[in-house]
């Protein structure tokens, strides 16, 4: 017990030291002391405005850091396949369709928010009902569903913004997941659904614990597998759009953050969820400010970084995990 | 601690595979299903283990239909070890008995004061208290058969059912086993197991249930049932059955093979 004490501590820290530097770091130099300057009142207003900016990204990376990071365990743990992440449920195409239909033919600019979330939730449950209709565990085809309803939907914003340029123009800024130019009014649009994706989260621990064990051992434990799965791919769809919509597409996160959460973990499903929960927005939030840095004083999106910050913490777990086994 | 069925039919969505079956389980007894692949053994003991539904009729649990139960209530009364369950990856043998507890926790109290208690009579039980902290994917065979056995221990029940918990097991560690559950069973508790091994059930079972084509056909002690006759209806194999020179338990020696010449 003290050990799993001291590894969430560990995990706390690197989680506050990530939330500072994506405070203190940008294309605008200031440093950690301006930041304490800021907390307690006594910096330069000019700095503190520059400072204040990056509240927003910096909440919204939180957000979608732990959103990607648990639906991605959940999809892990429901379907029982390492390989499994939030993006099989069709959730980024779902709402980049909606995306794009909401500029193509209903005029809208911006606020896309409000579009992606209906949009990936439709797809998400669309995907799950095809994939679970029959009966049966059906992992198998619930990929195959997830990969169908993804396909269709590709094709169909492929079509639009090939055919549309204007169309094309508005809608390569969402594709790839930015932190960036976004407000808090973004977070409070999606914390809802976020939030009651984490709570559906919360309870299914123990429940994915006896899944674990295979079908058979979960039912006879007194677990309702079938029920326990259907709510973990409804938390997954829930917290993969919440995240997708507030900040775009962000692939790897969700894939990744599991396997690196499972090294401080083992193999209880609960510390998984909320190991996850605290490597995800760390993760994200490091990818996003190597962003800021790297190409400074333009930016990276974050949705390019995570793969080249996330590929070499993946590679350690994964050696690890091969030793342990 | 009584289970039964009435009129039990499971079909998997074809033919049934129990069908219409009515059975008695005695208690307190170490029973074993015997019968050929396909006689709906394993699904009579999933059945009775609360993992398949009836199509129709239904399990029992002392007097009451098993699906009355709420899951958690039912899996502390009774436990089954399924054919192939699956250690999660990374899991220490400690950590997979702790799975054992579920059925005493709830959602907002997911831990009882009871576990380490329970946890650590199971290991010492299955001669595992000096592996608990290994890692179950590096124990053998048997270690690991063993450590299954401890997690259903855990559950604390009255009531165990093991789906063949012998097959994939060399013959040394297959006996130990078997030991091991008669032990369990003088220990008090009810116990029923497929098996494939006729001679070995016919050992260790006090009761032998002999299945066939979804139903039972022959039940009863070994020594009473165990027949030239029904190994032939039954399994369709020309035998002869003979006292065991060891344990006088019938032994079914069959007639394939050359008969040796003398030298």
């Given amino acids: ?325 | 601690m009584k289970i039964a069925t009435r009129n039990l039919t499971i079909s998997y969505g074809g033919a049934p595979v129990v069908g219409d079956l009515t059975l008695d389980i005695p208690e307190g007894e170490f029973t074993m299903i015997i019968g050929p692949n396909g006689c709906g053994k394993s699904t009579l003991v999933k059945a009775l283990g609360r993992v398949l539904k009836p199509d129709s009729g239904t399990v029992e649990l002392d007097g009451r239909d098993l699906w009355s139960y709420r899951g958690r209530e039912a899996a502390r009364k009774v436990a089954l070890l399924p054919q192939n369950p699956v250690a999660p990856e990374g899991i220490t043998v400690s950590g997979l008995v702790r799975r054992g507890r579920y059925p005493h926790h709830t959602l907002l109290r997911q831990w009882s004061r009871d576990d380490e208690g329970a946890i650590a009579a199971a290991l010492e039980r299955t001669g595992l208290s000096e592996l608990a902290d290994a890692q179950a994917g590096q124990l053998s065979g048997g270690q690991r058969q063993r450590a299954w056995i401890a997690m259903v221990l855990a559950q604390q029940t009255g009531l165990l059912l093991l789906d063949e918990p012998t097959t994939f097991l060399d013959i040394s560690h297959q006996y130990e086993l078997l030991e091991l559950c008669r032990d369990l069973h003088d220990e008090g508790r009810t116990i029923v197991a497929v098996l494939h091994d006729l001679n070995q059930a016919a050992r260790f079972a006090t009761h032998l249930i002999v299945m066939n084509g979804g139903t039972v056909v022959a039940q009863g002690p070994p020594s009473r049932i165990v027949t030239t006759e029904l190994v032939r209806d039954v399994f369709g194999l020309a035998c002869d059955v003979l006292p065991d020179p060891r344990t006088a338990t019938p032994m079914v020696v069959p007639h394939a093979g050359r008969v040796a010449t003398a030298p």
């Fill in chain 1, 1 to 325: 017990m003290t050990r799993f004490l001291t590894k969430l501590i560990v995990a706390l820290a690197v989680l506050a030291g990530a939330m500072l530097a994506s405070i203190a770091f940008g294309s605008h130099p200031t440093s950690f002391g301006d930041v304490l300057d800021v907390l307690s009142s006594t910096a330069d207003p000019n700095v503190a405005t520059v400072i204040e900016s990056r509240y927003p990204r910096t909440a919204l990376g939180v957000l979608a850091g732990v959103c990607l990071a648990v639906a991605g365990t959940l999809m892990q743990g429901v379907t029982r396949n390492p390989l499994a992440d939030p993006g099989l449920l069709g959730v980024t195409a779902g709402a980049s369709a909606a995306i794009v239909t909401s500029i193509a033919f209903l005029g809208m600019s911006g606020d896309a928010v409000w579009w992606a979330l209906p949009g990936g939730l439709l797809a998400g449950l669309l995907v799950h009902v095809i994939g679970s209709s029959g009966g049966g565990s059906g992992v198998a085809r619930l990929v195959l569903a997830g990969a169908v309803v993804s396909a269709v939907l590709t094709a169909y914003v492929q079509a639009v913004t090939l055919s549309l340029p204007k169309v094309f123009d508005s809608y390569r800024y969402w594709v790839v997941g930015a932190l960036g130019g976004r407000g808090f009014d973004v977070l409070t649009s999606v914390l809802p659904v976020a939030v009651a994706g984490l709570l559906l989260a919360a309870v299914l621990g123990s429940g994915l614990n006896t899944l674990a064990l295979g079908e058979e051992s979960a039912a006879a434990l007194g677990a309702n597998p079938g029920l326990t799965r259907a709510l973990g791919m409804l938390a997954a769809v829930l917290l993969s759009t919440a995240a997708t919509a507030a900040v775009g597409p962000i692939a790897f996160v969700g894939l990744a953050v599991p396997h690196i959460a499972r090294w401080p973990a083992g193999s209880d499903s609960r510390a998984q969820l909320l190991f996850s929960a605290l490597v995800g927005p760390a993760l994200l939030l490091l990818a996003d400010v190597v962003g800021r840095l790297v190409l400074a004083p333009t930016e990276l999106m974050v949705g390019v970084v995570t793969a080249f910050v996330g590929a070499p913490a993946l590679l350690l777990a994964v050696r690890r995990m091969k030793a342990a086994a």
